[in-house]
């Protein structure tokens, strides 16, 4: 199997660009897909791949990949992308998935 | 739009089967390039990939789980379901049901949850 592990907590100010990450051995091998979940919400899609952003998500939401480590880049954080971030890729057993641990971003 | 809902009881007892229903509309099943799915999340805590399910009926699951979990797809390709057997405490949580795309992959539509709890 394969974890990925992300920050657990990460700020950013109003306006200014964040970088939230996710590494795994896995990554080496499939792309990550990205969720924004809210408190009493379920988790939304907000990236996935190489470069697939959601109808509706606003295109401040980027991602990136390189080596073991995959990579959400919100540019010009806004108070409303505060939320729990989490990753997802498959395993190195193909056919199974698995989640990172949540980074709770925090915009002050 | 495709919309997802969960259904099931609220309330397991321990060592019972948790037993959750996901109702597809909008869309169906049987669209090639999807699995669907079962996630859960326990209170407080991150996210957990249960298993998905093909509607052709092939599975996978999460290692860990792997003894107690059944998915299945009914006949009618209107739902799918999730069993999760000899349940504890530690099976409380949130339980969502999403469409899984393929390659590349995303669970790229949600079930709005439902929570379950496991007491006697």
């Known amino acids: 199997s394969s974890d990925l592990t992300q920050d657990p907590a990460v700020s950013v100010a109003l306006g200014q660009t964040v970088r939230i990450t996710c590494q795994g051995d896995?990554?080496?091998?499939?792309?990550a897909s990205w969720y924004q979940q809210k408190p009493g919400q379920a988790p939304k899609l907000v990236f996935y791949a190489k470069n697939n952003r959601p109808s509706g998500i606003p295109d401040r939401f980027s991602g990136s990949s390189s080596g073991n480590t995959a990579s959400l880049t919100i540019t010009g954080a806004q108070a409303e992308d505060e939320a729990d971030y989490y990753c997802?890729?498959?395993?190195?057993?193909?056919?199974?998935?698995?989640f990172g641990g949540g980074t709770k971003l925090t915009v002050l | 739009q495709l919309q997802l809902q969960e259904s099931g009881p609220g309330l397991v007892k321990p060592s019972e089967t948790l037993s959750l229903i996901c109702s597809v509309s909008a869309g169906s099943i049987s669209s090639s390039g999807y699995y669907w799915g079962w996630i859960r999340q326990p209170p407080g805590k991150g996210l957990e990939w249960i298993g998905s399910?093909?509607?052709?009926?092939?599975?996978y699951y999460n290692p860990s789980l792997k003894s107690r979990v059944t998915i299945s797809v009914d006949t009618s390709k209107t739902h799918f379901s999730l069993k999760l057997s000899s349940v504890t405490a530690a099976d409380t949580a949130v339980y969502y049901c999403?469409?899984?795309?393929?390659?590349?992959?995303?669970?790229?539509?949600w079930g709005q949850g439902t929570m379950v709890t496991v007491s006697s």
């Open positions: 999403a469409r899984q795309y393929l390659l590349p992959d995303a669970f790229d539509v």
């Open positions: 399910i093909y509607y052709s009926g092939s599975t």
């Open positions: 896995s990554l080496r091998s499939y792309y």
């Open positions: 997802n890729s498959r395993d190195s057993s193909d056919n199974h998935w698995v």
